[in-house]
């Protein structure tokens, strides 16, 4: 990821994005339902920032998997 791009996601944005690629190497698929007990957010503000790092042009594929009791995400790094 380029350093401009960097500075350009919020605090929440780059904790998500760190806690994907902190274990995507072990998991491809991810709630957010649990991404937000991991870092004290909830599943609504973990899917709206999720949602701006899939637009975003970086070094991992995030696509919305599934929307049984949370949204479900799949990530390739």
Known sequence: ?????ATD??????????YLRDNAGTKTYFKSRLIGQELGMTAKE?????TALQNGNLD????????????TW????
Do not use: F, P
């Not at 799949?74 to 790094?77: P, Q, R, T």
């Open 60 to 71: 991992v594929e995030i696509e919305k998997w599934g929307y049984s009791s949370s949204t």
């Open 74 to 77: 799949k990530v390739d790094i």
């Open 9 to 18: 996601l919020t605090s929440k944005q780059r904790r998500i994005l760190q």
């Open 46 to 50: 973990v899917g709206s920032n999720i």
């Open 1 to 5: 990821m380029s350093t401009a791009m």
